[in-house]
């Protein structure tokens, strides 16, 4: 027995023994962690989704919601339970699909909600309405909170075909339809965009407005989510040819040479200006 004693202790302070049982433990821990780690990664676990679609600015009731479970791989930033959504808002810029989770980033308070989407325009901004459609909101896909470039399209006067980048980095505002509604605050099937409505430099401003009055056609195109949650650069024009292009087909009209004094029946004199 004594043997037997003295050559198990020889064998656990061998140099070669012991470095093998630290290699075989560190195998074994290793595979304990990944195992671990694809366990906690594809357990199914319970998260709050939606049951349908549901809109900017929609409270949140019981009936819009359930609990569903899913890979813990995709979870993060999400509510998982009832409680911590039920009574609040969906944000101004957020649309959670059927059986979407709910991100922390999309659920607001009613305090934490803008109370109007032109609260924060810059100064010396001015909000414009662009007319859109279904087709050129790429089916109904572009959001507020979202940036798009503006594309201009119109034949030249050589009678070609003109397509180029006008004004890149624009935040949308709203999206309303032919009622001025917004078409995403609805809890039934969404309503066709009509405006997109935007603010820009009061420059950029008069420069749309001259373009509208020309036979072309000005067309959103989305930025990537990317830009619109990075740091977007400023609203400018991206291209002197299409503004050069819309200034010489338009007179900036002097207001001095449009004013006039009319005589009134009793002799009195007022000042006035023509519009044209």
Known sequence: ????????????????TITILAIVGSLVLLYWAYNKRIEDATSPK????AISEIGPRTLITSDLITVKKIPGSVI???????????????????VIPANGMFYESMVKTWEQLPRSVYGEIPNGNTVVALQVTLDSTYGNSIFPGNYIDLYY???????????????????????LDSNGRSVFETNGALSAPAYLMFSVPEDIHLLLQKATFLDS????????????????????VVSTYIKEYILNRAVDVNAK????????????????MIVE
């Open 153 to 175: 399209k119109d034949i030249d006067d050589n009678g070609k075909l003109m397509v180029q980048k006008f004004i890149e980095s624009i935040k949308v505002l709203a999206v």
């Open 1 to 16: 027995m004594r043997s037997i004693l003295v050559g198990v202790k020889r064998f656990l302070t061998n140099k070669n």
């Open 257 to 272: 040479d449009h004013n006039l004094t009319i005589s009134t029946d009793d002799g009195s004199k007022i000042d006035a």
């Open 76 to 94: 993060k930033d999400v509510y998982y339970n009832t409680n911590d959504v039920v009574g609040k808002y969906v944000s101004n810029d957020a």
């Open 217 to 236: 056609t000005i067309f959103p195109v989305p930025r990537n989510a990317n830009y619109s949650n990075g740091t977007p650069r400023e609203t400018r």
């Open 46 to 49: 319970p998260v709050v989704v």
